[in-house]
């Protein structure tokens, strides 16, 4: 699935700097901050955290 976002030029302009620095894509720098904030929000990053999640809901509810 594809989604746009809109990038502050500086941001952008920190980013690719960032992406040269690393060795790492746009993509796989993006990958990382999503991962970090869904974490920040103690969600499932990982289909195994999601089911893993949904297993313990649908335990505690019998």
């Known amino acids: 699935m594809r989604k746009m976002v809109q990038i502050a030029p500086t941001s952008l302009n920190a980013l690719e700097i960032l992406e040269s620095d ?3 894509t746009f993509q796989e ?3 990382e901050a999503v991962a970090d904030l869904l974490k920040k929000y103690k969600r499932p990053v990982t289909m195994r955290e999601m089911f893993e ?3 313990g809901s649908s335990r505690r509810a019998k």
């Open 22 to 24: 690393t060795g790492k």
């Open 29 to 31: 720098l993006m990958d």
């Open 53 to 55: 999640k949904s297993a």
